[in-house]
């Protein structure tokens, strides 16, 4: 059954990284554009960015532009959002999801979040 896990959420304080994951099974990643979502508290959901299904082009969030990189690891079916600079508006639950293109309009499958939280 196709499954994202998310994973690498928690507590940081302003100014500081984290790396969250996305670790796919039940289908392999190589099919699908993959991206990352946030939803904060009392907010809609919005595309943060997003890796192409044939990993030549990123596009990223202007709020997050030039902190965030997308990445897939070097376990094939994990891929990786390095966010640094973080500041109190990126606290979200941020999610992985898969589907056909970056226009992330209908994506196929969808993790069930992190938590990142950052607060001094």
Do not use: H
């Not at 891929?79 to 941020?94: F, G, K, W």
């Amino acid at each position: 059954q196709p499954q994202l896990v998310e994973s690498g959420g928690g507590l940081v304080q302003p100014g500081g990284s984290l790396r969250l994951s996305c670790a796919a099974s039940g289908f392999t990643l190589d099919y699908y554009a993959i991206a990352w979502f946030r939803q904060a508290p009392g907010k809609e959901r919005e595309g943060v960015s997003c890796l192409s299904r044939s990993g030549g082009s990123t596009n990223y969030a202007d709020s997050v532009k030039g902190r965030f990189t997308i990445s897939r690891g070097n376990a094939k079916n994990t891929v990786y959002l390095q966010m640094n600079s973080l500041q109190p508006e990126d606290t979200a639950v941020y999610y992985c999801a898969v589907g056909p293109d970056c226009t992330l309009i209908s994506m196929d499958y969808w993790g069930k979040g992190t938590l990142v939280t950052v607060s001094s």
